[in-house]
């Protein structure tokens, strides 16, 4: 028997200043503004570069702590965190063919992971989809892509799966799916805001599916979204990736 769907209120997003300043650090190292293995600048530096107090600095660098973006050496600081450090390796993204293979991997994994997330979500899971989604929406109305927010929306749907395995898989692939989405938005900033707008309304349908738990629905969504996701990437055509003799 399916839980009643929760009611989604229409209220603005309410980020916390923790919440802002995660995502700024995590889109700075995404972006390899702070190198493999780099220290981060000091408590102090961050808290008056983000106009913020140390406690809510501290909240944000043990968000990225617990998803496993920094690390920390005691006495010594912060520092971000090497890809070949996850239990789950991939070879680097070299080529557009290995983007292309990315976007067939994520098909196959998140399309089953948000089936399962529309069936097992939680009041907490779900408020992280929205709250990944709400910020989405104010870039959009400011005519940018956020591709931080747009990741943090496809982690927190593997969360909600409840299982493990689907959330380890897109922590690893955290560098190669943010190769295709830094291309991907670049191509909807060429677009324009009409192409922006499409893509946060594929975002919210999936999050709506979720909340409401039709788990069918949610699966093809996601399915539809990566699936445009690649080809407004790929443009006239996909790469052949069959083998050579």
Do not use: W
Request: proline share 2%.
């Amino acid at each position: 028997m399916k839980a009643t769907p929760m009611k989604e209120t229409r209220e603005k997003p309410k980020l916390t200043l923790a919440d802002r300043v995660y995502h700024s650090l995590f889109s700075r190292i995404s972006n390899g503004e702070y190198p493999v293995n780099q220290k981060l600048p000091s408590e102090n530096t961050l808290a008056n570069e983000f106009g913020v107090s140390r406690p809510v600095l501290r909240m944000a660098l043990e968000k990225l702590r617990t998803e496993g973006v920094i690390y920390s050496r005691q006495g010594a600081g912060n520092f971000v965190r090497a890809a070949s450090s996850n239990p789950v390796g991939f070879a680097r993204v070299e080529t557009l063919a290995d983007v292309q293979r990315c976007y067939e991997f994520r098909i196959t994994i998140e399309t089953a992971a948000t089936r399962y997330a529309a069936d097992r979500r939680g009041s907490a899971s779900l408020a992280e989809i929205k709250d990944a989604l709400d910020l989405m929406r104010v870039a959009t109305g400011s005519q940018e892509h956020r591709e931080d927010a747009d990741f943090t929306f496809h982690l927190a749907i593997t969360k909600a799966a409840n299982n493990q395995y689907y959330e380890a898989a897109v922590r690893a692939l955290r560098e190669h799916i943010h190769v295709g989405m830094k291309l991907h938005g670049q191509s909807l900033m060429t677009d324009g805001a009409k192409a922006l707008e499409r893509v946060l309304e594929e975002h919210t349908n999936i999050y709506e599916a979720i909340r409401d738990q039709r788990a069918e629905d949610a699966e093809a969504l996601m399915r539809a979204h990566l699936e445009y996701s690649r080809d407004r990437l790929f443009g006239i055509g996909l790469l052949d990736l069959r083998m050579k003799d």
